[in-house]
């Protein structure tokens, strides 16, 4: 996958709610929509040039798990995996492992 972000964007690769178990059983809508969260969760994978250039200092870079807004961005599918490019000031908070 070759997606760069443009200007004050990011490109986030979102933690998404399977749709069954590792033993075959699919999750009821109900059970996803109780942890829609997770889906407002990824890490960052790339940085636009111009993100973060009104601060002194970027507060997420690549590698760091974040949280986002849930309306965010513009979603994008690549195989299993699911991407979102949004603009940096999308990014609410970094997680700390």
């Keep these: 996958m070759n997606i760069n972000p443009c200007g004050d964007r990011i490109l986030v690769k979102v933690d998404v709610v399977e749709e069954k178990t590792e033993g075959g059983i699919y999750l009821a809508d109900t ?6 969260a ?15 250039e009104e601060y002194p200092e970027p507060w997420a870079k690549v590698g760091d798990r974040v949280i986002f807004r849930k309306s965010a961005g513009v979603a994008h599918k690549d195989g299993d995996d699911h991407y979102r490019v949004m603009m940096d000031e999308d990014i609410l908070a970094v997680i700390d492992d």
């Design 31 to 36: 059970y996803k929509d109780k942890y829609q």
């Design 38 to 52: 997770v889906e407002t969760h990824g890490v960052v994978e790339r940085v636009g040039k111009n993100a973060w």
